[in-house]
């Protein structure tokens, strides 16, 4: 597999959707670089993978099945 390829990504419809639900409106296009600058700063992306192996390679027993 390609060492570059992206796994998961969040796109600016998205957001959006998000901002309707949360807002009952679109964000202006400051506040979405807003949310572009600090979005990385909310996840613990290298404990989400641990998680994954965790659950669905170490020990895929205890996986949930999709």
């Given at each position: 597999m390609r060492k570059n390829k992206i796994i998961y990504s969040i796109?600016?419809?998205d957001v959006q959707n998000v901002a309707q639900q949360e807002l009952g409106r679109d964000l202006t296009d400051k506040e979405?670089?807003?949310v572009e600058d600090?979005?990385?700063d909310q996840f613990d992306w290298f404990e989400g993978?641990?998680?994954?192996i965790?659950?669905?390679i170490k020990?895929?027993?205890h996986a949930q099945s999709n």
């Amino acid at each position: 597999m390609r060492k570059n390829k992206i796994i998961y990504s969040i796109n600016i419809e998205d957001v959006q959707n998000v901002a309707q639900q949360e807002l009952g409106r679109d964000l202006t296009d400051k506040e979405l670089k807003i949310v572009e600058d600090k979005i990385g700063d909310q996840f613990d992306w290298f404990e989400g993978i641990v998680s994954v192996i965790e659950m669905h390679i170490k020990h895929p027993e205890h996986a949930q099945s999709n």
